[in-house]
Each structure stands twice: as structure tokens, then as C-alpha cells.
């Protein structure tokens, strides 16, 4: 119901009040207390071609449609003055107690809009706005959309919406116009204001205003500290130590999660007030509350898509499956905790992997599919339904004027402030988004070039030349990353921290990331059957049209394959694609997974590098090349490469222990037909194994089974030697005493008194691709792509299937 914004470039340099540095920004006079991590201004990052850029137009070109007039008629009528201007309807109509808040969104998001990307039409609108404000503006300092009486009615206990809620809009507004653009007038007009706050409540007993508290008043408190941040005016530190709200903090501070039953972005801003409260005093308990707060929220309030709350509010810490509705993941809660989370990095930038994985989320899943691509304008969801069949709504030009309206509008215009930060020389490359970054005072850029999360890779190319700490961010999803400097691998990133490179830097150098991928199903907390399907950060919806679901929908994990485009799978009849991009049609975020997932492993060989075999089915099988095998062009995209002298893939040991069916498939392209060689063999060495050989001693494909050594196989021989020199299909499947050999989607041959499982090899440790248990075989000359194993047996047309559509 709803919302609020701000925090600038400050950070760190000390200067005078209202002192304008290149670019029109104004660095705030104090220096912030606890910071490690310092931003960019918005001015020294520009977006480069993608999703992010396509929002930021959108939201950009909606700043240049809006009319001042309609936005002023209220507060022009409220101070007054004369107004012809047609009324703005939704939450700004003239009857709606929260109007006015707009216009305090739209100035924060024209200041961002100016700073990063110097159009002079939105540094004129903001101006003009600021100036008619001032014209508004009580002889008191009040300045609003509604007559003050608003406040006599929650002072003495009336209902009345939130009418701090909406001052915090405004007041944020005219802060981030001074700060960002260098306008004074915006300053006078926010003391003014700031005066009026603090006589309002300097009235009152602490006991009355924590009664006040009670409220929603967004983040007037935040707004107050970043003010006295600026101002070094005692008067504005305490005055946003009156939003200090006890009910709320204390249990934070005792690290108590209490949330539960209260209304989510009614708390969030509170948070961020307190880390503020932190960076303008060094209170550690203003540092804890925020830290705990984070904590709670994202480990125990939040859905896959990195929202909170169902019908606005928390709900019993882990309760997620059992809370899918149409009112999940209100907008601004993620706007509120991205902010946060960016707030705690500044404190914390070496707890990188839990911070900036969560802003991922958040930023990727929710915040850049709440705006609808297909309006010219930008407009915006209010809830993100997560019920199965939900769909996502959006607002209008000026009918609507949510909460979420007005930061999705924010949103929309500070893409570029997380993707870097600094330290000295120091450089943070949190987010892998199309971005080029000029480095202010140090002559150096980097620019950023991805299509990042639809490839997997991003490279930063410097121009200019120095020393730079670079710091590159590996998130705990991914597996097998690898750096390149200027195509030499560098390091060793570890998930969940930071890959560090110390150089001197020349014009010209590049650095190669790769951060593959995995899908995943990730359990919700209270129904582990409940999951949502995840590639790498970002969560796949199935998309279900015009139809709507009066359940879950049923996702059995072995049923998902992946399409030809990128991020994109299908499960049955069903395509899942990243939910960012899921609009105008019914979806499900979240699925029934029937079955615990069976042993089964999936391998696409699609990494663009490195020595791991990814296990795309999420179950975490992953595989190691080794002996010198690389990627070549497979049957889907790449394939394994083994050069028929030392290369083979090792699969993780026991991955069919137990196993009493089973399928292995793949797609094989033989360089050469040798005899003995192996497409698999896995086992514990002469003695337990079962493999498949494209050409036996007779001549002909085989598989074979033993736990006796050569002489107790069994066997299912194929009336031919595989062909080498073309991608060929094959498959063997087990279950029963029957034993299956197909090629290119056909039965070839069958054995049906097969009695030796794999279980009977027990927990194998030698499970290749390419190798023989036997030490004197030779190694196979092949590509190989697509390798599949199941704990059961795949029916033959499922078999036909996989042949046919090329998996
Ligand atoms: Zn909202």
C-alpha cells in the first residue's frame, strides 16, 4: 500500500554544504562511519544495449510525457493558489489521502535520470517543479498535497492514510535534486521543510511519537540522517532520531525476529534509516538492526524472486509455499531491499557472496520484470503474483500512482549504481550488466560488454592505464568460474567471494568472465516438495498462456529439457522461460516436484571453458575433463572433445549406486572407429564395470555388465560397429532382466535375461567417459554431447524422442 527512496553518491569525501562538484552532484560534508565501499556518482556509469537500458528508456521517456501542471494541481490548490490543470486520478487523485507522493518520486527519478545521462529536458522539469514548489510552501515550511490538518488527525489518534509516508516522498525528492543536480533551491525549500518536521515533533513526548510511529511514515528518518549528512546539523541528526521506532528496532537489535504480522514496507525503510543511523553516528546497534533485519527478511521472509510478504505483510518466518497469492512481492519491498542490501555492502564488502547474490536476485527476478516492456511508458506492477496461474498487472499514465508506480519509476533510473564500486584504488564489480564506467579523477574506464544472464560470460576491456585492485564478484551459484586476463586464466574464484587481480593495468586489456550456469530446483522452507526452477540467478516461470490454475502444477525434473534459446526449457507440453520476461500471459513460479528427485545427471558440455562438466539437472553431478579433453562444436551447442590419446570425463563416483534400472544416452561423433575404445565405462576397476563400446573384439557395438570380471559379463551386442564420422545417437536402458541397445532412436538389439544391475558394482569411483577400466584400451577419438543418465529405464520413445529432438 506503500513506499519510499533515496541515498546519493555521498560516501566518504568531505567538502562544504552545497559545494558542487564536476558533473552538478554535492558530496555531502560528513564522511560516513563504518564505510569500506563507496559508490560512483550515477554520472560515470552508462548502460550499454540490454534489458536494463531498454527499462531505463522506457521509465525516461514517461519523465518527459508527464505534465508538471497535473502534478502541482494539488499542491497548488492545497497552498491556495490558482490551478486549471486536470486532476490526477488513482493514488493522486484530489480525494486520496496519499497524493502528493508522486511528485517526490518523480523528482528523485528525473535527478537520477539527469545524472546518468546529462538530457537536458529533465534537469529543466525538475528545476521548473522544484521552483513551483517553493511558490507552494507555507510560511511554516509545510509543503503538501493535503491541507496540515492531515497531521492534527494522526497526532490526535483519527484515521488518516500515512501523510509522513508522503512528506518522506517529497522531502527524499528535493534532497536527491540538490544532490544530484546542484540546485539550491531544492536545498532551501528541503531545510524549510526539515524545520517544519522537527517543530511538529519537537511538540510532542517521546511517548507520543512512538505512538505516531504506528503509522506508516516511509523513510523520513533515512532522508533526515542523510540530510544531517550533508548539513552537519545536530538539529536534522535529531530530528531523524524521532523515527527511531522502538516497537520495531528493539526486538531487531536483540536479533529477534518479530516481523511476523506486521506490514513488510512499513518496516523496511526503518531498516534502512538504521544503517544510516550507523554511517552518520557509529552506533553498532543501529548497524545491528539493519544486519538483522536483513537477515530475517532474506533468509526467512523471502520467495525465490528475492520479494517478501503476502498481502503487504510478513508472515511466520519460512512460511512460503503455504503463502502464494495474488498479493505476493509488493514492488517496493524489493526497491526497499536492494536498497539496503547496497547500504550493508558499503559496510560490509567482504560478505559479497549473501549481499550482492540477494541483490541479484532481487534486482534480475523481480524489480526488472515489474516493468511492462510493451508500454512505451514504462508502467509498473504493484504485487508480483505467485500463485499458480497468476499474472502480472501494471499501471497507467495517470489513473493509478501506486506506491510501486512511484518507485518502480526510481527503479528505472539508478540501474547503473550497484554494478561498481571503489574503495582507493579498489574496484568492486558487483553486477554483470552492459555498462561502461569512467573512473572520475583517474583518467581510466572499463567498459563492461555481456548479454549476461542470456550467455554466461561478460569482458571488461580498460582503456587509460594505473593500478587497479580489481575485485571481481563469483556468486555462490555458479561452479567452475574462470578469469581471463587478456586471455592468460587467472586465479582461482571460489564461489561466494571475490576474485582479486592486483596489476597495473594497460589501455587495451581485457578480462574474460565466466560464471557457467546450472539449473536448480529450489525448495521452498515449509513444503520441500514445493520448488522453483532456477537457471544459474534466474528463476524460470512455466508460462501457461490464457489458462489459469486452480493448483500447483506437477513438474517431474527428468521431463525438463532445454530449447535452443537461451534460459529457456520445457517440461512436457510446458515452456519455462526467466520470469523477468514472463508477461501478459498466466504463469507458475512455483511447482509440485512429485518425486524426490531420482539419480540423474544431464551433461551439456556447454561451458565456454574450463574443466568442469556442469550437471544441468541441478542435482550437482558434475564432471571433471580430464587428460586434456576441450569443447568443440557438438550436436547442441558444445560438445566434449577427446583426442583419442589421453582425453576422457570423469563422472562423480556412486552415480548409479544402487541402481537397479537405468538409462545412459548421448549423442557421439567418432573420429575413429577403434576397437575396445569406450563411449562409457564405469566401475571399480577389471573386476566390477559396466561399459558400452562402439566396437568390440567381434566387431560390433556392445554393452556389458560385470561384477566377476571379463568372464561373467553380460552382454547386449548390436549387429554393427557404430559409424564413425556423423553425430549418432545411442542408448542402453536396463529395468528388469531387460537390457535395451538403441541407435539413432531405435532398438538395435536386446538382452532379456540381464540380471547384473548396478547395484551390484556397489559405490564405482571410476566412472569415465572416453576410458577403459582396462589399462591397455585405447582412448576414444570422439566428440560427445548431450550425456544423460537416469535411475530408471526411459521408454523406447522416450528414447525416439531424445533422438529425435536432438537432446
Ligand atoms: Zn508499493
Redesign the pocket.
Known amino acids: 500500500m506503500?513506499?519510499h527512496r533515496r541515498t546519493v553518491l555521498i560516501a566518504g569525501a568531505a567538502g562544504a554544504v552545497g559545494a558542487v562538484v564536476p558533473g552538478g552532484a554535492v558530496h555531502a560534508a560528513r564522511p560516513d562511519i563504518g564505510v569500506t565501499a563507496y559508490a560512483f556518482p550515477l554520472a560515470a556509469v552508462r548502460l550499454g544495449a540490454g534489458p536494463f537500458a531498454d527499462n531505463a528508456a522506457r521509465t525516461h521517456a514517461y519523465l518527459r510525457f508527464l505534465d508538471p501542471d497535473r502534478l502541482l494541481h494539488m499542491f497548488r490548490v492545497t497552498a491556495g493558489l490558482p490551478s486549471s490543470a486536470t486532476p490526477c486520478g488513482g493514488w493522486e487523485s484530489p480525494s486520496t489521502e496519499l497524493r502528493g507522493h508522486s511528485l517526490g518520486h518523480v523528482l528523485t527519478a528525473l535527478a537520477q535520470a539527469w545524472a546518468s545521462t546529462g538530457e537536458a529536458a529533465f534537469k529543466t522539469k525538475g528545476d521548473h517543479l522544484v521552483a513551483q514548489l517553493a511558490l507552494c510552501q507555507r510560511p511554516n515550511g509545510y509543503l503538501s498535497a493535503y491541507p496540515e490538518s492531515f497531521i492534527d488527525r494522526l497526532e490526535t489518534g483519527q484515521q488518516v492514510w500515512a501523510p509522513y509516508y508522503t512528506l518522506h516522498k517529497i522531502v527524499q525528492g528535493l534532497l536527491d535534486w540538490h544532490q544530484l543536480t546542484g540546485n539550491n533551491q531544492a536545498l532551501t525549500v528541503l531545510l524549510r521543510k526539515a524545520a517544519w518536521v522537527q517543530a511538529r515533533n519537537g511538540r510532542l513526548t517521546h511517548t507520543q511519537r512512538q505512538q505516531l510511529l504506528r503509522v506508516e511514515f516511509g523513510g523520513i528518518g533515512e532522508t533526515l540522517f542523510n540530510l544531517y549528512q550533508l548539513t552537519e546539523d545536530p538539529v536534522h541528526l535529531f530530528t531523524a532520531q524521532y523515527f527511531d521506532h522502538a516497537q520495531v528496532l528493539d526486538p531487531l537489535a536483540s536479533n529477534v525476529d518479530a516481523l511476523a504480522g506486521f506490514h513488510a514496507?512499513t518496516q523496511i525503510p526503518k531498516a534502512i534509516g538504521a544503517i544510516r543511523g550507523f554511517h552518520a553516528t557509529g552506533d553498532t546497534r543501529y548497524r545491528d538492526i539493519a544486519v538483522n533485519f536483513w537477515n530475517f527478511v532474506t533468509r526467512q521472509h523471502s520467495y525465490a524472486i528475492g520479494g517478501n510478504s503476502n498481502g503487504e505483510y510478513f508472515q511466520a518466518p519460512n512460511r512460503i509455499a503455504s503463502e502464494l497469492s495474488d498479493t505476493t512481492c509488493?514492488?517496493?519491498n524489493s526497491y526497499n531491499m536492494v536498497k539496503l542490501t547496497r547500504q550493508l555492502f558499503f559496510t560490509d564488502p567482504g560478505r559479497a557472496a549473501e549481499l550482492m547474490d540477494f541483490y541479484e536476485k532481487a534486482l534480475y527476478n523481480h524489480l526488472l520484470g515489474a516493468q511492462n516492456p510493451n508500454s512505451a511508458h514504462g508502467h509498473h506492477c504493484?504485487y508480483v503474483p505467485l500463485r499458480a496461474g497468476g499474472i502480472k498487472t501494471y499501471s497507467n499514465d495517470y489513473d493509478n500512482f501506486?506506491?510501486?508506480h512511484g518507485?518502480g519509476m526510481e527503479t528505472g533510473t539508478k540501474f547503473g549504481d550497484s554494478i561498481y564500486f571503489h574503495n582507493g584504488t579498489t574496484l568492486y564489480v558487483n553486477l554483470f550488466v552492459a555498462s561502461t564506467l569512467t573512473w572520475p579523477g583517474r583518467g581510466i574506464t572499463v567498459r563492461q560488454d555481456t548479454a549476461y544472464p542470456e550467455t554466461s560470460t561478460s569482458r571488461l576491456t580498460i582503456t587509460g592505464s594505473g593500478a587497479i585492485d580489481l575485485r571481481i564478484r563469483i556468486p555462490a551459484w555458479t561452479s567452475g568460474a574462470q578469469i581471463k586476463v587478456n586471455g592468460i586464466l587467472t586465479g582461482t574464484p571460489a564461489p561466494g567471494s571475490y576474485l582479486t587481480i592486483n596489476r597495473t593495468w594497460a589501455g587495451g586489456d581485457t578480462v574474460d568472465i565466466s560464471l557457467p550456469m546450472a539449473l536448480s530446483l529450489e525448495p521452498a522452507p515449509d513444503n520441500p516438495a514445493v520448488r522453483a526452477v532456477r537457471h544459474g540467478p534466474i528463476v524460470l516461470a512455466g508460462q501457461f498462456g490464457a489458462t489459469n490454475l486452480s493448483a500447483l502444477p506437477t513438474l517431474d525434473p527428468s521431463s525438463l529439457w532445454a530449447t535452443t534459446t537461451p534460459l529457456e526449457y520445457t517440461a512436457g507440453s510446458v515452456l519455462l522461460r526467466p520470469f523477468y520476461k514472463t508477461h501478459g500471459q498466466r504463469y507458475s513460479v512455483y511447482w509440485n516436484v512429485a518425486a524426490t528427485v531420482a539419480t540423474e545427471a544431464r551433461y551439456p558440455f556447454d561451458e565456454p571453458s574450463g574443466t568442469v562438466a556442469i550437471d544441468a539437472t541441478g542435482n550437482g553431478w558434475n564432471g571433471v575433463l580430464a587428460g586434456g579433453a576441450t569443447r568443440t562444436a557438438g550436436r547442441n551447442g558444445s560438445a566434449v572433445l577427446l583426442n583419442g590419446g589421453s582425453g576422457y570425463v570423469s563422472l562423480p563416483a556412486g552415480i548409479l549406486a544402487g541402481a537397479t534400472a537405468f538409462t545412459i544416452a548421448t549423442w557421439v561423433r567418432l573420429d575413429a572407429a577403434t576397437t575396445w575404445t569406450r563411449i562409457f565405462d564405469f566401475g571399480s576397476g577389471t573386476g566390477a564395470n559396466m561399459f558400452l563400446t562402439p566396437r568390440s573384439g567381434s566387431g560390433t557395438a556392445r554393452y556389458a555388465i560385470t561384477s566377476g570380471g571379463a568372464g561373467a559379463e553380460q552382454r547386449i551386442d548390436a549387429p554393427a560397429a557404430l559409424p564413425a564420422g556423423a553425430w549418432t545417437h545411442v542408448a542402453v536402458t536396463h529395468t528388469g532382466n531387460l537390457g535395451v541397445l538403441y541407435v539413432n532412436g531405435s532398438e538395435v538389439a536386446r538382452n532379456t535375461a540381464l540380471t547384473v544391475r548396478p547395484s551390484a558394482l556397489g559405490v564405482t569411483g571410476q566412472n569415465w567417459i572416453g576410458r577403459s577400466q582396462y589399462a591397455g584400451d585405447p582412448y576414444l577419438a570422439a566428440a560427445v554431447d548431450s550425456f544423460r543418465v537416469h535411475g530408471r529405464a526411459l521408454s523406447a520413445a522416450e528414447i525416439a524422442q531424445l533422438h529425435a529432438t536432438g537432446q
Open positions: 506503500r513506499f514496507n509488493e514492488c517496493c504493484y501506486t506506491c510501486c518507485t
